[in-house]
């Protein structure tokens, strides 16, 4: 995953995720790229949920975003890897 995110007016990979139009001020445009920022995104979104991330986001100090979003896709990458229920695309996970 990429520190540093150049945008070309396209979506974020969150945004093109969740297929939404990324505004500008996107809470997740700086941390998950076009190209596999929406792979980052999908296991996040997965297991901690999308709102969550950005309330996470929206509360810490910027300068720990970079660290909070790294630890958070290591996080839901290794569930997702050793939980089979999360690991099966065709599983439908509800919101708890």
């Known amino acids: 995953m990429s520190c540093v995110v150049e945008r070309d007016g396209g979506p974020c990979g969150a945004c093109k995720f969740l297929r939404r139009k990324c505004v500008k001020g996107c809470v997740f445009a700086p ?6 920022g929406a792979a980052h995104f999908a296991a996040v979104h997965r297991v901690f949920g ?19 979003i790294v630890t958070l896709c290591y996080e839901a990458l ?11 695309p065709a599983t439908p996970l509800f919101e708890r």
Do not use: V
Request: glycine fraction near 0%.
């Open 50 to 68: 999308a709102s969550n991330a950005s309330k996470l986001l929206l509360r810490i100090p910027p300068h720990c975003c970079l660290d909070a």
């Open 31 to 36: 941390y998950f790229d076009s190209d596999q």
């Open 78 to 88: 290794a569930k997702c890897i050793t939980d089979p229920i999360l690991s099966s």
